[in-house]
């Protein structure tokens, strides 16, 4: 599987396939430093030599996953349907799982667990609200375990779920579902590339698993 390593003119390579990878390896001087990087990453994830785009800011990267909780129940998962692109560096994706993801290679497959605080956060008592009866306007048929939508006073959209109605209040949890969870991310990373000019204005991927607009 292996081959043997061609011959890449490495300033080329750099420039087309790793515009950030300075700022990745922390400023490394030599072209030296950069290539026993690549070999160190080759060698760890079983990689071809001829595949040298690696997760980097400004690289798109589309990966399929499977998000499980801690006892291995299947919350989330890209499989059966288009995998997700999105552009590298910008939270567009959990960070822990953002960071996970940084130099690594096409094809390779990893799972990471990522702990609530790099996830969807921790759960916070204040983002359990208490709502006078009288100032709730929602028809009956609204109950237990409904998203509702809440807006602040600048305009923000947070959904939050019905946990307790009574007599006197209904009671609203707005921290995220998984806030507080441990996420196990089984991951396969199927292609990573430079960003156009325009994802880079637009501050997002394009294409299958992206903005498609
Ligand atoms: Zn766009």
């Not at 060698?43 to 798109?60: E, F, H, I, P, Y």
């Not at 999105?86 to 960071?99: C, D, R």
């Not at 929602?138 to 600048?154: A, F, H, R, W, Y």
């Not at 947070?158 to 109605?165: D, G, L, S, Y």
């Amino acid at each position: 599987m292996r081959q043997s390593m061609p011959r890449y003119p490495i300033e080329g390579v750099f420039r087309a396939h790793i515009p950030d990878i300075w700022t990745v390896l922390g400023s490394p001087q030599t072209t030296a430093a950069y290539m026993a990087f690549i070999m160190a990453v080759s060698a760890t994830q079983g990689v071809r030599m001829d595949s040298l785009n690696l997760v980097a800011k400004n690289m798109v990267v589309s990966f399929h996953y499977t998000l499980k909780d801690k006892e291995g129940q299947v919350l989330d998962s890209s499989s059966g349907s288009e995998p997700l692109a999105y552009l590298h560096g910008y939270g567009q994706i959990v960070s822990g799982l953002e960071a996970a993801l940084l130099g690594k290679a096409p094809g390779a497959q990893f799972t990471v667990v990522v702990e609530a605080k790099d996830g969807y956060g921790v759960r916070e008592d204040q983002l359990v609200i208490s709502v006078g009866k009288s100032e709730w306007t929602l028809p009956d048929t609204v109950g237990v375990g409904e998203i509702i939508e809440l807006q602040s006073p600048e305009g923000q959209v947070i959904p939050a779920r019905i946990v307790e109605m009574n007599d006197q209040s209904v009671v609203l949890d707005a921290n995220h579902p998984l806030a507080g969870e441990d996420l196990h991310f089984d991951v396969e990373l199927l292609s990573v590339r430079a960003a156009t000019a325009e994802e880079l204005a637009h501050g997002h991927a394009h294409g299958v698993g992206g903005h498609q607009h």
